[in-house]
């Protein structure tokens, strides 16, 4: 079992940056592939970023690639989304999840653990 909790959030304006970091217990964090999803109100949740157990691997949705950067840390069992050139179409609840994974998939089903969720707002 693996819990993740998420933090970070919070508002800030357009052009800005935000840095969003989820922490899992439990074991053998390196051998999954962790993804961060986002869900803007009234919308489906849709993908942002994924990166290898090992790091090695990473994928970017178009809408953010260039802006958000995602990393891990196996050592501290912890993975980040730094997020750069905010802009208001970014607001959104950002979530965490992680999957015992063969390769980096975009589809939320596909993953197994789910953190809570932190709120984004980007103001205009």
């Known amino acids: 079992q693996v819990q993740l909790v998420e933090s970070g959030g919070g508002l800030v304006q357009a052009g800005g940056s935000l840095r969003l970091s989820c922490v899992a217990s439990?074991?053998?964090?390196?051998?999954?592939?962790m993804a961060w999803f986002r869900q803007p109100p009234g919308r489906e949740r849709e993908f942002i970023s994924a990166?290898?157990?090992?790091?090695?691997?990473?994928n970017y949705a178009g809408s953010v690639k260039g802006r958000f950067t995602i990393s891990r840390d196996n050592a501290d069992n912890t993975v980040t989304l730094q997020m750069s050139i905010l802009k208001p179409e970014d607001t959104a609840v950002y979530y965490c999840?992680?999957?015992?994974?063969?390769?980096?998939?975009?589809?939320?089903?596909?993953?197994?653990?789910w953190g809570q969720g932190t709120q984004v707002t980007v103001s205009s």
């Open positions: 999840a992680a999957g015992n994974l063969k390769n980096i998939a975009t589809i939320p089903r596909v993953y197994d653990y």
């Open positions: 439990g074991r053998a964090f390196s051998t999954y592939t």
């Open positions: 990166i290898s157990g090992s790091g090695g691997i990473r």
